[in-house]
């Protein structure tokens, strides 16, 4: 009887193995879904759980407003909603561009670092129920951290000459990146510190995601800040071409989408992407040969010593200045005064509505693997500022890497800060072949 008893108790177990191996295999072969609740592993069911602690902007709206609009189908109420929110952000860009280059810049740090709350808040629900030290602080560290190496960076490259000339500046110009350094160090051994024993691998993964999150939100807004002293051009154009494009795409989508584009987005059509497409080349072009005509958004952001102030005045640049092109097929056309800078907003905003929108289609991917719906719930309609600048940070990469590459030449500015950094008798050293080949020109 034992024996049998055994036997019937192998059986069970090994039958018991066999439907937990078909489980686990059936839940490997949907990559999309899970069937039940007792096939989610315990990380899914935790995700969801932290899914329903964060804001969900698209359906939050203004009591006034939705009460007004409570009789509309809810496709409709959503159009509307959006339409007004993108209204009103559109005339506050417009008011902030008006406030002059200052303004742009703080603007962009205090987007900065809205975006970085918003993301680091997904984490900050892990660190919550985990009950890990330090994360939240660790990451606001950082985030100190990387904005006093990167636009410590941007002053010393613009701000260098006149920096110097202040005694107690000086030791931070020419110490910038070892004082970077050991702030990060600092940081760094703290994180050591703070390890328990139980969540190695959840703080790790916490770590990387601080530090990616730096990575996408301060790096890109560091490069923004460069695209703006270029000249505001160079910020205004590749940022109003994102947006025209996303308003575009929504409205062809919504009333001719059909086809849909990619799984990660469900809402987002074939016809919206080529029509979001068509509307932003031919607004491209358009908005950039109307800023061509005014200084104050060509020429690049100067510290002036004659003035002791910030200038954007200058001669214009080849760029800026029409010139003829001559447009003939078989003999037959005519010559056009163009701008240059048209064929580059041609490039731009080909980026912009091609590759633009794989940002947004990151960020979705982001999303759903969190299963949110929005990373905040700051504009409605729209739902947080990460939400609608996921596009943006991409963009202005390939802007900063478009001026390098093609537009931008070596800057006095930057050459005498480096100088100033050089021993005298360097310095006398470079004076004298300055001197030796400007008067080899002069005879």
């Known amino acids: 009887m034992a024996e ?64 007004a609009l409570k009789d509309l189908p809810d496709r409709w109420k959503n159009w509307v909603i959006r339409g007004i929110f993108t ?39 892990v660190y919550r129920i985990h009950g890990l030290p330090w994360f939240r602080s660790l990451s606001w560290y950082f985030l100190l951290t990387s904005n ?30 070892f004082l970077s350094f050991a702030l990060y160090i600092i ?24 530090h990616v999150s730096l990575l996408i939100v301060v790096t890109q807004s560091y490069l923004i800040i460069q695209n703006i002293f270029e000249g505001l051009i160079w910020f205004i154009v590749p940022v109003s071409m994102i947006v025209c494009n996303d308003v575009m795409a929504y409205v062809f989508g919504f009333f001719f989408g059909r086809t849909p584009l990619i799984k990660l987005s469900p809402k987002k059509t074939w016809e919206g992407f080529i029509g979001g497409g068509f509307a932003t080349v031919l607004f491209g072009i358009l908005f950039s040969y109307f800023l061509c ?39 037959i056309g005519k010559s056009l005064n163009v701008y240059p800078y048209i064929w580059h907003s041609i490039s731009l905003s080909l980026f912009s509505s ?14 759903r693997a969190f299963k949110i719906k929005d990373f905040g719930d700051m504009i409605p309609g729209h739902g947080g500022i990460m939400d609608r600048f996921d596009c943006q ?15 931008r030449t070596p800057s006095p500015a930057k050459l005498l800060t480096q100088i100033y950094n050089l021993k005298p008798d360097q310095q006398y050293q470079i004076y004298q072949s300055l001197k030796d080949s400007l008067g080899d020109m002069l005879t």
């Open 354 to 367: 091609i590759i633009g929108p794989f940002g947004g289609f990151f960020a979705s991917g982001f999303k």
């Open 293 to 331: 005509n005014y200084q104050y958004f060509i020429c690049p952001i100067q510290y002036s010593e004659e003035l002791g102030r910030m200038t954007m005045s200058c001669v214009p640049s080849y760029l800026f200045t029409p010139q003829e092109y001559s447009l003939k097929v078989f003999g």
């Open 187 to 210: 940081g760094f051994v703290w994180f050591v510190l703070s390890l328990v024993k139980k969540y190695y691998i959840k703080q790790f993964s916490l770590f990387a995601w601080t």
């Open 393 to 407: 940070f991409l963009m202005a990469t390939f802007v900063n890497v478009y001026i390098s590459s093609f537009i």
């Open 148 to 177: 006093y190496f990167f636009y410590g960076e941007n002053l010393v490259d613009y701000f260098g000459v006149v920096i110097n000339r202040v005694e107690y500046l000086k030791f931070l110009v020419t110490y910038h990146r």
């Open 87 to 125: 209204w009103i952000m559109i005339c506050g860009f417009a008011l902030i561009i008006y406030g002059g280059p200052l303004a742009l810049m703080i603007t962009t740090l205090l987007v900065q670092v809205k975006c970085f709350q918003e993301i680091i808040s997904i984490g900050y629900q």
């Open 4 to 67: 049998v008893r055994r036997r019937k108790e192998g059986l069970g177990e090994a039958a018991g193995q066999s439907d937990s191996v078909k489980r686990h295999s059936s839940a490997a072969d949907s990559s999309d879904h899970v069937d039940s609740e007792e096939e989610k592993i315990p990380e899914e069911k935790f995700v969801e759980e932290l899914a329903k602690n964060l804001p969900q902007g698209t359906d939050k709206t203004p009591e006034l407003l939705d009460s």
